[in-house]
């Protein structure tokens, strides 16, 4: 599974951006994708998650400011980005997780850099 993320930039705060992550490879037997971020000196977080059936979450620091989506058609996730604070720059990195029997497989993309201005 390869995953190509792109969408990220510089806005300034209350600004929005929408995210894109487009897989490519074994991606049907993906059982979650989700959007991940590492802000400087800091820990990588979830920030969201979508699983194959559907079941959507969010970290509370998002909820009501972002949106996940899938696009199964183009093989696409997004990440709609509003409402933007300065808490939320960080690099953005999508997510698949891939669930065998006794097995978890991780795949990861390259990142892409959200700044957020005041």
């Known amino acids: 599974v390869q995953l190509q993320a792109s969408g990220g930039g510089l806005v300034q705060a209350g600004g929005s951006l929408r995210l894109s992550c487009v897989a490519s490879?074994?991606?049907?037997?993906?059982?979650?994708w989700g959007w991940y971020r590492q802000a400087p000196g800091k820990q990588r977080e979830v920030v969201a998650t979508?699983?194959?059936?559907?079941?959507?979450n969010y970290a509370d620091s998002v909820k009501d400011r972002f949106t996940i989506s899938r696009d199964n058609a183009e093989n696409t996730v997004y990440l709609q980005m509003n409402s933007l604070k300065s808490a939320d720059t960080a690099v953005y990195y999508c997510?698949?997780?891939?669930?065998?029997?006794?097995?978890?497989?991780?795949?990861w993309g390259q990142g892409t850099q959200v700044t957020v201005s005041s």
């Open positions: 997510n698949a997780v891939r669930l065998r029997p006794g097995m978890r497989n991780d795949y």
């Open positions: 490879g074994s991606i049907l037997s993906i059982k979650t």
């Open positions: 979508i699983t194959s059936s559907g079941t959507i």
